[in-house]
């Protein structure tokens, strides 16, 4: 990608400073959600939203960057990824357009995507952000936000330098936990979970907070199906997807 390429007629005022020795080293994926993605990019420059994000990717491929990469945009919201509780301040913010779950869901052109993934790349050749902390929106705010959602190619991307991927463990009938279950199995299965960076408490109960993290988990790694189920092909990924994570940080 060719950074003069990005439309930077556009710009949002819903922004401010970065809080000082706060470093850029997380990236958060979002869809806008919206019905049209001229309505999305203006209304995240509109005051009256509150909302913004640094880029924003139309389905032909067009960037528009809204916010300077040095200001925190206001994207995230309340989040949470591996101990960091304000995400807003140590990270750029990407919206790709896309109707959503509310209007219409559907997959992401090639040429959307391969816009993506250049600007990503251009983006970690000015700040350091390991793979591990390349996010989505729905994996920092699991109890609010689904987006990008299922549909979106992470294995493509990852394929690039963009986030990490492990294979899906093939679907299986067998038995898994559920909401309402005990013990060390869900101790274990907490544990592996915050140790991906989710916000998930090691109480060893299956409650509604484990189950809606277990739900994000599948729509980021475990697409193909979203249950909140913890059946045997959940937590296989789980594990490979902890291990790569693992290795990622160098532990």
């Excluded at 994926?29 to 994000?53: F, I, K, N």
């Amino acid at each position: 990608m060719n950074p003069h390429d990005i439309d930077r007629a556009w710009s949002s005022p819903n922004s401010g400073h970065r809080p000082p020795g706060n470093a850029i080293d997380h990236l958060v994926l979002h869809y806008t959600g919206m019905r049209s993605e001229e309505g999305a990019r203006d209304w995240l420059c509109d005051p009256r939203s509150q909302v913004s994000s640094h880029y924003v990717v139309f389905e032909d491929g067009r960037i528009f960057q809204l916010v300077d990469e040095n200001r925190r945009a206001w994207h995230a919201g309340r989040s949470f990824w591996r101990g960091v509780t304000d995400l807003n301040s140590r990270s750029i913010g990407i919206e790709i357009a896309n109707p959503g779950h509310e209007f219409g869901y559907r997959p992401f052109p090639d040429r959307q995507i391969e816009a993506v993934i250049g600007l990503c790349r251009s983006i970690f050749a000015r700040h350091f952000i390991p793979p591990h902390q390349v996010v989505a929106h729905s994996d920092v705010a699991p109890d609010r936000k689904e987006d990008p959602g299922e549909l979106f190619p992470w294995e493509w991307c990852a394929a690039f330098g963009v986030g990490l991927w492990a294979p899906s463990a093939p679907l299986d009938h067998g038995d898994s936990l559920t909401f309402g279950d005990e013990g060390d199995k869900v101790l274990d299965l907490q544990r592996l979970l915050a140790a991906v960076g989710f916000d998930v408490p090691p109480n060893g109960v299956f409650d509604e907070r484990t189950e809606t993290v277990v739900r994000a988990f599948q729509r980021h790694w475990r697409p193909t199906h979203i249950d909140g189920r913890a059946d045997t092909s959940t937590l296989d990924t789980l594990e490979r997807v902890a291990a790569a994570f693992a290795a990622s940080r160098g532990e």
